[in-house]
């Protein structure tokens, strides 16, 4: 029953995550890949007409953009996995929510902690912004700052479940905490240490759009896991 009950919820978390793979990749061609052009563009004309003409991208633009709705497929499809595996392991920490509310939950608390946080700190940029020098650096930063932002939100979860089954309502001073904890973070990491040369608004554009596309990606990802999953109606027994 326990591994049926897995497969069940395994297999609603990955179509959850293709569907909003999908609708994602749709948005990004809609919306962000005519940025990337202009951005290209951009680059070249800055570099002036006495620049070396850049060598020819391995990967043509056409083949990027194709590329892009196999990543996000790729993309959703893994975070399925874990997101289904993650429903099913801590279902018994919030029962009393309800089998929709928790996959809304923890796909807000993911999205928050691995996508939105961290690109309010390292937000993502178009072409043009950023030197080769430092693209190990600045990936580091990046993957350094989404698991201190995860270690935050787990130990958070962990504490105010411990305190609650202790008859104690922590929610408040656990949620306090945690913020104090995000301040603290941000503030302390470094910033993107490369220039913006391309235009400020642009720029800025091209950032809301990818922190829009992530709102889209695990928006998705929890409806369509609360749509998809055995028994929309409540929880199994297991769940309960």
């Known amino acids: 029953m326990e591994t049926k009950l897995l497969a069940e919820v395994l297999k609603a978390a990955v179509l959850a995550g293709l569907i909003a793979g999908a609708v994602s990749a749709g948005f990004h061609w809609i919306l962000t890949e005519p940025l990337i052009d202009r951005a290209i563009e951009m680059e070249s004309r800055l570099q002036g007409p006495t620049a070396v003409p850049p060598a020819e991208p391995v990967v043509s633009r056409p083949v990027q953009k194709l590329g892009l709705v196999f990543g996000f497929l790729l993309y959703g499809g893994a975070w399925g996995v874990l997101f289904g595996l993650l429903a099913y ?27 939105l946080f961290p690109l309010l700190k390292y937000p993502a940029n178009p072409p043009g912004v950023g030197e080769p020098e430092t693209i190990g650096y600045r990936q580091e930063l990046f993957l350094g700052f989404i698991a201190l932002s995860l270690i935050g939100m787990v130990l958070a979860l962990g504490v105010e479940r411990w305190l609650r089954h202790r008859g104690r309502r922590a929610r408040a001073v656990v949620l306090i905490s945690y913020v104090i904890y995000l301040a603290l973070i941000f503030v302390a990491l470094p910033s993107n240490p490369d220039p913006v040369r391309l ?3 642009f720029v800025r554009v091209f ?5 829009l596309g992530q709102v889209l990606f695990w928006g998705f990802m929890g409806a369509m896991f609360w749509w998809l999953s055995p028994r929309r109606g409540g929880f199994p027994a297991r769940w309960s």
């Open 89 to 115: 392991a801590i279902s018994p920490w919030f029962a009393e929510m309800g089998y929709g509310k928790q996959g809304f939950f923890l796909a807000a608390l993911l999205g928050w902690s691995v996508a």
């Open 207 to 211: 950032r809301a759009l990818s922190l």
């Open 199 to 201: 235009p400020p608004e």
